[in-house]
């Protein structure tokens, strides 16, 4: 016995020093992993601001790890050899492992280079998914779920900061351990729901919270429904002992790629953990990388409807323009399709393999097969916790009151829970008569669909054969049935009210003819993608996935992946022609529609904040938006006028705007202090413009007026003229209106040379808009008041049906006004000059701008169309906040770099005096 222990004993002083390698290497690999991965997951700060450090500390990881190889491979336990040598002889695994890393990688690529979704996604969680599932694979498979969860708090913190972090994960750690109180159930329901009440109140802004705005959708989009489902799986048990345990439920609350999605699918628990690695490793991968790549075509198409096709309410007045707006805005749940294909595809690449969440719902051939596809998870998730349980308990009730009484509960579930999703992100309840039918509408179409099933059967076949030709037309035009009714209800649920839904259709004028062609063209679409698809799936019946070979599996998706890399490369789209290449080039960019830029800059302008459900970009920006964030019209910087201005800066206002310094000077003006009279010898140039003249979001020093009145002073000054001065007139909100009378009562008075008259496109859309809102003031001018009563404008109508009246009208109003400040200019010798700037930062609005180019040409401008001025740079890198296209410093300067060359250009034609200072 003495002896077993003393052998025990040299045994266990002898292993320790022989591990120790092993313990070596792997410190080694982890400080690498952290000096690598600092900037990543947002850690970089806290050693400083030189990133000499970085490299040291990668240098120095790689030392201990070698270190600590050789150790082990010469005196210690050989552990990196055991551990390696499977992987190594397993030489088909090792090629699948690369071709799926290698797929991976492309994609990665391809959603930078275009910018897929927002930067958070694409710069930070991507790149984690990325090296996270190369490591992830290589662990043994013990040590895979605990890495996951590793790698899924290294993204949050990666993206949402260190407090907001550790708050959201001490949030979620608490909610869940109450649902593990040794208490009774229904006590552990209603501490759950005393914490919920809390965070609600909180949420209203009635008790304030120590973390940002930006914790709120993230928290709730992983707390809301998985603790629902999770305390349901608790309590009946529904995951076995050896699927489940604490890695299981961390994995399941911290979700990797859920940080970058506040809309995220309804996954449930027990089959996340019953799902977990229950097929071949690599065919999970694969699956993962296939719905990955499918994530990102939807992507892309959305962006191409989103930005050629949608068209505002406004512009809808035939049947041409009222089937695109129907049609266009119904498509656009391909973005969400796309999110969800990512967010099922990144889990199968940590083993989830979990089933397809959306599967072809624009060929559902009824409205419960609607409802079977449209969101796999959300159905499920209805049918477990409200539909079953209620069906089941009306035990002495017929099969069809059940059916009724059942379906009823999970449509008004359905509708709670939407307006309840929609409060944790927006920060207010949706609850709006479109919203309400919407949901009743589609309620009532899977309940009248399930009776007609229940009464007369649906057609189910045990192995799937190949359709006939009269099956495929008969599904093809119910398909066509249920398209055409989802893209009404979905018109209805994204508008404002019901009657401004009932005006948009009954003011349009519709053409039986052109109704019935729009009908066969959407039956021939719809026709063409049910024979592919049916064709297709008898091809995979007769060829059962478990009986391809994974490379034959791989092969298409893997190409496809190839493909799209090359055309999101400019050196190859480049070789498919220049049209083919800008256009691709535009759908490489991350930018606001026509439509929605609209409604941001109303937003600002007009207070008008009418972005309704999850169909617009625009919810994730005003989620995101802090509420101090406030435009220049809801501050104490302005005082309202009682004419056509409608308001204008207070002089020597001092304070802020959008989180910068906001200073007015004596006139009324975010500029220095100049004297009326300019003093002798001075060229003055007046700018009128809106926000981005006025410099919104940045400090007066980094405005592009600013740095070219600096610019021309030190390289231009006692020449000709001994002083230049640029004065800054613009107001933010500002329409070619306003400016005109600002320019007649108030810019003349200083004497200018020259006026700087600054455009952008979409204002004739804007002047439109205001001209609509003063349709009540008196106006004193009367050419415009006789263009107004040509359109029909008359007191107390709509904003939407002024913007319709006056659309016909628009260059016309814009011609008049661009004509009288010509002439004004022209009899006081001063020197008109009309700049145009993009719509948004990132944009070569060049396309958009040419009809405004060619009024004011005919008015008699002198014409800078500066509409590709950003396009060196990527326009999300140039605006001031995610939520507000202004443009930065760094804008500015390319605004002020670009004037000053098209300056000295003009100077040769109409003489300024730059080119001849000394």
């Not at 329901?189 to 809390?198: D, K, P, Q, S, W």
């Not at 930005?307 to 973005?335: C, F, M």
Request: net charge positive.
């Amino acid at each position: 016995m003495a002896k077993t222990e003393t052998q025990l004993a040299q045994k266990t002083t002898v292993s320790i020093p022989r591990i120790l390698p092993i313990y070596a290497f792997v410190a080694g690999g982890a400080i690498t992993a952290l000096a690598a991965g600092a900037d990543l997951i947002g850690i970089a700060g806290l050693f400083g601001k030189n990133g000499d450090w970085q490299s040291k500390l990668m240098l120095s990881g790689l030392v201990i790890a070698a270190i600590g190889a050789a150790l082990d491979l010469t005196f210690g336990q050989r552990g990196l050899l055991a551990w390696l040598k499977p992987i190594v002889l397993d030489w088909p695994g090792l090629f699948k492992f690369l071709t799926i890393a290698a797929q991976l990688g492309l994609l990665l690529v391809i959603m930078r280079t275009c910018y897929l979704e927002h930067n958070a996604f694409y710069e930070k969680v991507m790149p984690l998914v990325f090296y996270g599932f190369i490591i992830h694979h290589l662990l043994p498979r013990p040590y895979r779920l605990t890495f996951f969860i590793v790698l899924s708090l290294a993204a949050f913190l990666s993206v949402l900061g260190f407090a907001d972090s550790a708050w959201l994960i001490g949030l979620s750690l608490l909610l869940i351990g109450i649902c593990h109180l040794p208490i009774a159930f229904a006590a552990r329901v209603a501490i759950l729901l005393i914490a919920a009440g809390a965070l609600t109140a909180a949420r209203f802004g009635y008790m304030p919270v120590p973390w940002t705005k930006a914790l709120w959708p993230i928290l709730a989009s992983m707390l809301m429904f998985r603790l629902i489902i999770y305390l349901y799986d608790l309590k009946h048990n529904q995951v076995p002992p050896d699927k489940a345990g604490f890695a299981h439920t961390l994995s399941y609350f911290f979700l990797l790629p859920n940080v970058a999605f506040p809309l995220f699918p309804v996954v449930d628990y027990s089959t996340f953990c019953q799902t977990y690695y229950d097929d071949d490793d690599y065919r999970i991968y694969q699956t993962g990388i296939k719905w990955m790549f499918w994530g990102v075509v939807h992507l892309l198409i959305y962006r191409y409807i989103n930005y050629y096709w949608i068209i505002s309410p406004e512009k809808v007045h035939d049947t041409g323009t009222l089937v695109q707006y129907l049609v266009t805005n119904y498509a656009l749940i391909i973005r969400i399709s796309g999110q969800f294909h990512l967010i099922i595809g990144i889990l199968h690449l940590f083993g989830f393999n979990l089933l397809r969440i959306m599967d072809l719902y624009f060929l559902s051939t009824g409205f419960t097969d609607y409802w079977r596809r449209v969101n796999v998870y959300w159905k499920e998730f209805i049918q477990k916790l409200f539909f079953y349980p209620a069906y089941c308990r009306m035990r002495k009730a017929g099969n069809m009151t059940k059916l009724v009484v059942a379906t009823t509960w999970g449509f008004l579930i359905t509708w709670f829970f939407h307006a309840y999703q929609w409060f944790w992100i927006r920060g207010a309840f949706l609850l709006s008569l479109p919203d309400i039918l919407f949901w009743l509408g589609i309620g009532l179409l899977v309940l009248t669909n399930s009776i007609y099933e229940t009464k007369y059967g649906r057609k189910r076949v045990l192995v799937k054969g190949k359709a006939t030709l009269k099956e495929i037309a008969s599904k093809t035009l119910r398909a066509a049935g249920v398209f055409v009714v989802m893209s009404l209800l979905w018109s209805l649920w994204i508008s404002p009210s019901l009657a401004e839904w009932i005006d948009l259709i009954s003011n349009t004028e519709v053409s039986l003819p052109e109704l019935g062609m729009t009908l066969l063209l959407i039956i021939a679409g719809i026709g063409s993608a049910m024979l592919v698809n049916e064709k297709w799936s008898a091809r995979s019946t007769a060829a059962p996935k478990s009986r391809l070979a994974f490379f034959r599996f791989a092969l298409p998706t893997a190409a496809a992946i190839l493909l799209l890399y090359f055309l999101a490369q400019p050196a190859y789209a480049f070789r498919l022609g220049a049209k083919a290449s800008d256009f691709i080039a535009e759908l490489k960019m991350d930018r606001l529609n026509d439509r929605d830029a609209v409604l941001l800059e109303r937003g600002y302008y007009e207070q008008l904040y009418n972005v309704h459900s999850f169909n617009s970009q625009l919810w994730e920006l005003y989620a995101k938006k802090p509420d101090d964030w406030k435009p220049l019209t809801e501050t104490d910087a302005v005082r309202k006028t009682d004419d056509l201005m409608k308001y204008e800066i207070v002089p020597s206002y001092v304070g802020s705007l959008l989180d910068v310094p906001f200073k007015a000077n004596r006139w009324g003006m975010r500029d220095d202090d100049y004297e009326q009279t300019p003093p002798p010898n001075t060229y003055r140039i007046a700018l009128l413009g809106a926000s981005v003249i006025m410099g919104s979001g940045v400090v007066h020093e980094e405005t592009f007026e600013h740095l070219l009145e600096q610019r021309l002073n030190r390289e231009h000054a006692k020449g000709k003229y001994d002083k230049y001065e640029i004065l800054n007139f613009s107001v933010g909100g500002y329409h070619i209106i306003q400016q005109l009378m600002l320019l007649e009562n108030k810019v003349l008075a200083f004497q200018p040379n020259a006026i700087f008259c600054f455009a952008h496109t979409r204002d004739e859309n804007r002047t439109s808009g205001y001209l609509g809102e003063i349709a009540d003031l008196e106006i004193p001018y009367g050419e415009l008041r006789e263009i107004m009563q040509r359109a029909g404008l008359t007191k107390k109508m709509k904003h939407k049906k002024t913007l319709q009246l006056l659309e016909p009208f628009k260059y016309e109003i814009m011609s008049w006004a661009y004509s009288r400040m010509v002439r004004i200019c022209r009899e006081r010798n001063i020197l008109p000059i009309w700049i145009c700037l993009p719509s948004a930062t990132g944009r070569n609005d060049s396309i958009y701008a040419t009809e405004l180019v060619r009024v004011a040409t005919e008015a008699g401008f002198g014409v800078l169309n500066m509409t590709d001025v950003y396009d060196s740079e990527a326009g999300a890198y140039l605006q001031v906040a995610p939520w507000d296209t202004h443009p930065n410093a760094k804008g500015h300067r390319l605004i002020a770099n670009r004037l000053y060359a098209e300056l000295q250009i003009m100077d040769k034609t109409i003489p300024f005096a730059f080119s001849v200072a000394k």
